[in-house]
DNA sequence: GTGAAAGCGCTAACAT
DNA sequence: ATGTTAGCGCTTTCAC
């Protein structure tokens, strides 16, 4: 149980070099203040010894971890691992490295999870997450204490964090424009988690180009899912037996759009023929979903890097302000929707 | 850049609560030999000044790290992100986190990730992988050095480290078998790359189920894809193009099944009725691709927590033999087969 | 350009 | 049951 970590020290190569261990520790840190002549003497001992600082007794005598704290929701979904992927890329470039927070946690355990990160004395933290907050004390005390945050897929309003997004309420507004432009104008839609900060974005971007085109707003051709895909097929149902006509469904993500499909079809309605579908993600699978859907493309990966990007940049310069910087969806249209005739 | 954690730290609880530093130390480590009101008092003193020891100064000082390493290799695949999630959770509990590594480095990265892992004291690293693999010299080294791997996904014969994954062998065998049993004989199936042990091993059930079945293995109905949507597209358009006859499909997973299931479809071959298609790992889209896809299911988060169980257990017990831990899949019927029927 | 001394916050081993 | 003394391996500060 006692572990050993039999490892060079600096001292180690000190000695073998024939030089001081604060010399080591430049030539370790690359400062210019070193001969090249004893640099080189040191590197070779480095490489002879096969040494490695030990980035604990670094993180203690420096107070810098170089660790990075990454909080998020669920890796069930592909945005959220999209983003993770590139998180953690844009992390690696720059010397740090993440901790997995919490995957999966509930609301209230997420003040646990940051403590632990606290103790292990992460830099700053990736916040990944959908929404669902009313308080975010804890958020606000972590940054109080010099510990930088930054958010992705939701905010709230006022709180002094960087967040890197999607411009959901233009997504939602074209995925809809895309549906009006093909003349329909009987648009159900099937929205996210009404706590999602995403889903009331995209829901009102639907509104608003429902509006432009003179269209009332009609509650009931909504309905509200839980991302998933099982969630699109219940919704779909819920609105199908309210015997409701419609012609056109803008479904929030691509999950419960595949979902809202197979309702559709096993009521003997086919997509796009008889009604129209769009999604939202553009996740790998909707290429190949039948029909191949439509959707509005979001840059997750970049969105991870842009996110990590910022947090370094916040770490490394603690003046800098906060920023919010939106990404717009990019509307891919494949063989989902087809232009309104009446039937 | 110069960052602070003007936390506070061990020698002023010892202070507020009018005690020395050790005694502070082991209530936090809940020692036994503390006196119940001493310990009463630290405890108040602890939450008066909200003291959070510093994990790098513990780590130091105890030669623990309770840090874990995860290298894995795609995030896009779920079956690695729920691995992953399974690993997490299993962490926490036993007091633990994962450093990210690398999500999809190329394997000439992996010692370098690993090097970076060995810098942070990680006391043992998990590795999520398909395989790849002719050396495992790094891996070797570094449990050489006490640092024990556990792996998921892949093995190297003979290699020491405990792997904790699904018979791939009986899960393509049952995949087959489940084919066969319906009637068909001439079965196409499409791999994973050539050189993933996965791959290989369903590819080995296969052939078994065949040989059973006294089925003469025919290379011509073989494709082998990349594990990706579109690379299963591209098989069975080569394998349609050769104009083979075959009555069944056994893709070896359920992605590569959806790539498929759409060339088929754009040659006018529908899905069961002409084409019986079986899939593997029971992704949620699974259940929601048309037709909904039968597969065989890999229980992917139990195998994240078995392999961050035996991975813990390795490092807090070093005397612990590697071993080998297989899970079994289960076959899901849904609606993508269908007894055989000559045209 | 290089070295010596001090200390980061904690635990381990021994005291008492 | 509690305190004292040494470090853990490194960076920092300040000499030279």
Redesign the pocket.
Known sequence: M?KL?P?I???QVAQEA?????????V??NRY???P???QRVQEAIARLG????AM??G?????SRTLGLITQDFNDPFFTQVTTGAEQEAHEHGYFFMLGSVCCEKEEEPKYLRLLTERHVEGVLLIRGGGFDDADHLLKLQGHGVPVVTTGFYLPGAPFTVIDVDNIDGGWQATRHLIDNGHRQIATITGPKNWKSAQDRLQGYCKALAEAGIDYNETLLGEGSWHHRSGYGAIQAILSRNLAFSAIFAQNDRMAIGAIQALRQHGLQVPENISVIGYDDLPEAEFASPALSTLRQPAVEIGQAATRELIHQIESPEAAPRQLLYNAELIVRNSVLPYRSM
């Open positions: 006692s970590f490892s020290t600096i001292k024939g030089v001081s261990i604060q010399t080591v520790s430049r370790v840190n203040d070193v001969a002549e004893t640099r040494y490695q600082p030990n007794a670094r203690l005598a420096s107070r810098r």
